[in-house]
């Protein structure tokens, strides 16, 4: 591989593990929808708007296995977002 070649593809995973890092938890009874669809892997504008009408509708989520009963979003979408789903405040240290 050419020089060029490496460094580019060097670039590229390091831009790639930067942007992941920067994903992080969202509590889902308090985001927006904009900052859902950022944070969760699979879940796009459309669906983050049917996780805040349904928290609307529904109240506050109890558990992360709740977010299953929305549209759209199922069990394999709340596996692979599982540990970055909160749905309590987070405690003070």
């Given at each position: 591989?050419?020089?060029?070649?490496?460094?580019?593809?060097l670039?590229?995973?390091?831009?790639?593990?930067?942007?992941?890092?920067?994903?992080?938890?969202?509590?889902?009874?308090?985001?927006?929808a904009?900052?859902?669809?950022?944070?969760?892997?699979?879940?796009?504008?459309?669906?983050?708007?049917?996780?805040?009408?349904?928290?609307?509708?529904?109240?506050?989520f109890?558990?992360?296995?709740?977010?299953?009963?929305v549209?759209?979003?199922?069990?394999?979408?709340v596996?692979?977002?599982?540990?970055?789903?909160?749905?309590a405040?987070?405690?003070?240290?």
């Open positions: 591989m050419s020089k060029i070649r490496e460094t580019i593809v670039v590229a995973v390091a831009l790639a593990w930067a942007g992941a890092a920067i994903a992080g938890p969202v509590n889902v009874n308090t985001a927006d904009e900052t859902i669809s950022a944070e969760l892997k699979g879940v796009g504008i459309s669906k983050a708007i049917a996780i805040v009408e349904y928290r609307k509708a529904n109240g506050p109890q558990s992360v296995d709740d977010l299953a009963r549209k759209g979003i199922g069990e394999r979408t596996e692979i977002n599982r540990a970055n789903i909160l749905v405040a987070r405690k003070s240290k």
